[in-house]
C-alpha cells in the first residue's frame, strides 16, 4: 500500500479547536510574563502602570529642583498627610466600585471632628469612646445616604449633595459661637498625626511584616490556583515582586529612620496602611467584595443573580461615611483642633481625585483599594514639590485639576480598547 492510499485509509486527524486569545494561558518565565504584560497594555488594561509611571516622573523632577524632596523630614510629610485623605479616599473607592459618587464625605468629616470635639474636650467623655463615636456617628450618616438611595431610589449624586450642605449646617451649629475647639495635648486625636515610634526596629518590623505577608499572599494564591488547576504565578516572578517590595520598603524605612531631618516611623502612616490592608482583604477576598463588583458591573444582572443590591449599597455608603469620620480625626489633629470650616475648601476634590488619579474606574466594577494610597501620594507629591520650590496654592490646583483630567482620559481610553480588544 502506498502513501497516498495510507493517508486515504488513515482517518483524518482531527484538528485543534480555535482558541480564544482572551483565554490564552501564558508561558511560564519571565518571557511569558512579558507576552503578558505586553498584551494587557495593547488590550487596555493599564492597571497602576500610569500612576506608578507618574510618580518616578514627579520624584525625579522635584529631586532635581529641590534635592530636599526625598529627604527624610519631606517623605515623613507626605506620609503623615496623606493618612487623613488617603483613608477618606478608601471609603470613596468602594462607592465608586459601585459606579456611584460621594459628595458628602468632606462634611461628614466635620461632623466626625465635631462630634468627638464636643464630646470629649467640652464634656469631658473619655477619649477613646468619643473618638469610637464619632466614627460611628459617620457610618449612621451614610446609612442614611445608602438608604435614600438604594430604598428610596433618590440619585446618590443628589443624596450626597443635599448631605454635603446639611451636615455642614450641622457641624456648623455644634461648634457653637466659639467656631473651634483646639485638640488638648496628649490627646489621643493629637496622637493620630503627632505620635512617631522613635525606635528603629519599629519601621524595619513595619516594613518586614509587610513583606512577608505580601510573599505569603502570593504563595497562596498561587497554591490555590494550582489546587483549582487554575493557571499561577511562577516561583520566578514571585520572588521577583517580593524582592522589589522589599527594595521600596526597607528604603523607605531606612530612610525614615535617618536621625537628620525625621523623627522615625510616623503613627499616621501605620493607621493608614492598616485601614489599606483590611479594606483590601475585604474587597478582593470576601463574597462581599465580589458582590461590589458585580452590582457596580451590572446591577439588575447582579440582583438576578441573587445578590442584595440594596444591602450593599447602603453598606457602601455606610462605610464610606465611617472612613470619611475617621479621616476628619486626622485633619483635626494636624489642623491643632475642629472648626467650623473642616473639611471645607478642597478636601472633597482632592479625596476623590485621589481614587480616580490612582486607578478606579469612575464607571464602577473596577478599581482597587490600593488606588486611594498611590493617588494621594501622587496629589501630596506634587504639593510638596511646589510647596518646596515655594509656588503659589493656586498653582497647586491647576496641576492637580490636570492630573485629574489625564487620569480620566486614560480610563476612558482604555474602556474603549477593552471594549475593541473584547475585553469588557
Do not use: C
Request: aromatic share 8%.
Amino acid at each position: 500500500m502506498n502513501e497516498q492510499q495510507t493517508a486515504e485509509a488513515t482517518p483524518e486527524t482531527p484538528q485543534p479547536a480555535a482558541v480564544d486569545p482572551r483565554l490564552l494561558v501564558r508561558q511560564r518565565g519571565f518571557a511569558g510574563y512579558f507576552g503578558e504584560f505586553v498584551r494587557r497594555i495593547r488590550g487596555g488594561e493599564l492597571g497602576s502602570l500610569p500612576v506608578v509611571v507618574g510618580l518616578v516622573i514627579i520624584a525625579v523632577v522635584f529631586q532635581l529642583k529641590n534635592s530636599s524632596f526625598l529627604s527624610a523630614g519631606s517623605l515623613a510629610n507626605i506620609g503623615v498627610y496623606t493618612s487623613g485623605l488617603g483613608i477618606m479616599a478608601v471609603g470613596i473607592v468602594f462607592v465608586l466600585l459601585l459606579g456611584e459618587i460621594d459628595l458628602s464625605v468632606g462634611s461628614v468629616a466635620g461632623v466626625g471632628a465635631a462630634v468627638w470635639a464636643v464630646l470629649s474636650v467640652t464634656h469631658g467623655v473619655n477619649d477613646w469612646l468619643a473618638v469610637l463615636i464619632a466614627i460611628a456617628a459617620g457610618a449612621v450618616i451614610g446609612v442614611l445616604h445608602g438608604f435614600f438611595f438604594a430604598k428610596i431610589g433618590v440619585p446618590a449624586f443628589v443624596v450626597t449633595l443635599a448631605g454635603f450642605l446639611g451636615w455642614s449646617g450641622l457641624q456648623i451649629w455644634m461648634m457653637g459661637k466659639e467656631g473651634s475647639i483646639n485638640t488638648p495635648s496628649g490627646s489621643l486625636v493629637e496622637n493620630l498625626t503627632g505620635y512617631y515610634f522613635a525606635d528603629k526596629a519599629a519601621a524595619y518590623g513595619l516594613a518586614l511584616i509587610a513583606v512577608l505577608a505580601y510573599a505569603g499572599s502570593l504563595l497562596l494564591d498561587s497554591r490555590r490556583r494550582r489546587a483549582a488547576t487554575l493557571p499561577s504565578r511562577p516561583l520566578s516572578e514571585i520572588l521577583l515582586r517580593t524582592g522589589v517590595v522589599a527594595v521600596i520598603a526597607f528604603a523607605v524605612a531606612y530612610v525614615l529612620n535617618e536621625p537628620s531631618g525625621a523623627r522615625g516611623l510616623p503613627l499616621a502612616l501605620v493607621l493608614f496602611l492598616g485601614v489599606l490592608v483590611v479594606a483590601d482583604f475585604v474587597v478582593r477576598r470576601t463574597g462581599y467584595g465580589r458582590q461590589i463588583f458585580a452590582v457596580g458591573g451590572n446591577a439588575e444582572a447582579a440582583r438576578r443573580a441573587g445578590i442584595n443590591v440594596n444591602r450593599v449599597r447602603i453598606t457602601v455608603f455606610a462605610i464610606s461615611g465611617m472612613l470619611a469620620a475617621f479621616g476628619g480625626l486626622f485633619i483635626a489633629s494636624l489642623s491643632g483642633g475642629a472648626t467650623k470650616n473642616l473639611g471645607s475648601g478642597n478636601t472633597l476634590m482632592n479625596v476623590i481625585a485621589a481614587a480616580v488619579i490612582g486607578g478606579t474606574s469612575l464607571f464602577g466594577g473596577r478599581g482597587k483599594i490600593w488606588s486611594a494610597l498611590l493617588g494621594m501620594l501622587v496629589i501630596q507629591s506634587i504639593q510638596q514639590g511646589l510647596n518646596l520650590l515655594g509656588m503659589a496654592s493656586e498653582i497647586q490646583y491647576m496641576i492637580t485639576g490636570a492630573v485629574l483630567l489625564a487620569a480620566v482620559v486614560i480610563d476612558s481610553v482604555s474602556r474603549r480598547t477593552q471594549k475593541t480588544a473584547g475585553r469588557t
